[in-house]
């Protein structure tokens, strides 16, 4: 029986646009490249590791089986190579970030982190860098963070003592790391560690941080669920709108603030010129505000939790580290803290093996395309590097797997590709901005951590599987808890 035109018609048409896409797929400039079968024609198996939050391990166990230069989807490269992360990372390289940080931060506007383009991002940083230069964070905001500090550390000691599992401190490191960041965003305390419990915008903001995923990995589906009149789904979808009014609080402090006390963005205008205040619109205010708050609290958070129960693990890295502490002044200066050996040692090795952004930081070949650890990559491709490879490479870091407290003890014998590959700040240009922030409050709690609460142990509700990474774009325990015990 013939088949009729129509249906001929059609499936002819089909079948054109499927051998079109073949050939594509098959002459692309990524065909060539390592990779599972699979990834030359889709990239949902990498999505579905996303949602999945397993993303960081799918990704180290493709390089590991096809070695440093991988395909992970029909446009996307995983680079694990050295020479290949530096020269995507090195500053005038061309690989600009990809739009994929756009939808991560989901804040409509103009954020320094989502930010593309070079001459407004290097404008906004150089806008802000004062204020988030080492000298200027100890001038202007080190008695702040410290009274929050000595707060959490003052709740944490009373749970520990006090409460049936101990204290939470993945909680209390929240709450403290949210705290700060807020109150120099906002220019008032949310008091979220004197409540111990966060703050309904604290809630708006992880929900902008889920939409992003949202808007990532699943666009369509999430477009279908805006209509859908569930409230927790539209709890997620409206959460932008809580943000920008909460927001204003953030430029009412700023235009009513003397630039140095009040908050960072009237000390950031305070300081600049004519020229740079234009460049920063109350709308950018609105969003730096909120992403400075993402970027800044789970961030630490996740850091001081996993620094805390590693060493709390050792017994014997644990009193090395009190007996140094011990030894410093009551007051515990910035200069002592920045001069600890085993302190600083022990935070470095924390940031390699447990760093809080450890996944993917996708960039964008530039146009006409580029070799890459001796792969050619079409302009356009998306490449993307990950710590958590980079910083478990067994010849870049003898034993990776083993937290040593003292692998960085003499980091001026750090070898060059020790150099190269760490990386928990980010590379380049586009280094976190708010490092010395986050070091300031690291030094400050883990100090203060070992001296209050000397003797602390890991509480017997406590089992190494809930301490298991699990991996957005962040990474927090899968037990989503801590508990540290003083009796």
């Known amino acids: 029986m013939a088949i009729p035109k129509a249906i001929a018609a059609v499936l002819l048409i089909g079948l054109t646009y499927f051998f079109k896409f073949l050939w594509k797929v098959r002459t692309s400039s990524v065909a060539t490249l390592p990779g599972p079968w699979y990834s030359h024609y889709t990239g949902v198996v990498l999505r579905y590791h996303t949602l999945r939050a397993r993303r960081i391990f799918y990704v180290h166990e493709l390089h590991h089986r096809y070695g440093g230069v991988v395909r992970i989807a029909p446009n996307q490269v995983a680079v694990a190579d050295i020479a290949g992360v530096s020269q995507i990372h090195k500053i005038g390289s061309g690989f600009l970030k990809s ?27 150089k806008l802000f860098s004062r204020a988030f230069s080492n000298s200027s964070l100890k001038n202007n905001w080190e008695p702040e963070v410290r009274r929050k500090v000595n707060l959490a550390v003052q709740k944490i000691k009373q749970d520990a003592l006090d409460a049936q599992k101990g204290a939470d401190i993945f909680k209390w490191w929240t709450l403290m790391a949210t705290d700060v960041v807020t109150h120099l965003s906002f220019g008032e305390s949310f008091n979220m560690v004197e409540q111990g419990k966060q703050t309904p915008y604290i809630d708006a903001l992880q929900k902008v941080a889920l939409d992003g995923l949202l808007r990532n990995e699943i666009p369509l589906l999430r477009a279908l669920l805006r209509y859908i009149p569930i409230k927790t789904l539209q709890d997620v979808f409206n959460a932008q709108d809580m943000v920008f009014t909460q927001s204003m609080v953030a430029v009412r402090n700023m235009r009513n603030g003397n630039g140095s006390s009040m908050n960072l963005f009237g000390q950031i205008i305070a300081c600049a010129e004519d020229k740079e205040k234009e460049s920063l619109t109350e709308d950018d205010v609105k969003v730096e505000a909120g992403s400075f708050i993402i970027a800044g609290s789970d961030t630490t958070a996740v850091t001081m939790t996993y620094l805390t129960w590693a060493v709390l693990k050792q017994p014997a890295l644990r009193a090395r580290l009190e007996d140094e502490i011990a030894q410093l002044s009551d007051e515990l200066t910035m200069a002592e803290l920045e001069g600890a050996p085993v302190l600083n040692s022990v935070i470095d090795e924390t940031l390699r093996l447990y760093c809080a952004a450890p996944g993917a930081l996708p960039r964008v070949v530039p146009k006409g395309g580029m070799t890459v650890s001796g792969y050619h990559i079409a302009g356009g491709v998306e490449v993307s590097t990950q710590a958590y490879t980079n910083h478990r490479d067994p010849s870049v870091f003898p034993d990776p797997l083993n937290f040593d407290g003292l692998r960085f003890l003499n980091k001026a014998a750090m070898t060059p590709a020790q150099k190269t590959s760490f990386m928990p700040w980010g590379g380049g240009s586009r280094t976190c901005i708010g490092l010395h922030l986050a070091l300031i409050e690291i030094r400050l709690a883990t100090a203060l951590f070992f001296r209050e609460c000397r003797g602390a142990k890991i509480s017997e509700c406590m089992q190494d599987e809930m301490m298991e990474l699990e991996n957005t774009f962040l990474v927090a325990p899968k037990g989503h808890c801590c508990y540290v015990s003083l009796t």
């Open 99 to 125: 739009a994929w940080y756009e939808n991560f931060v989901s804040l409509t506007g103009n954020g320094i982190f989502p930010m593309r383009d070079l001459v407004m991002h290097g404008t906004r940083r």
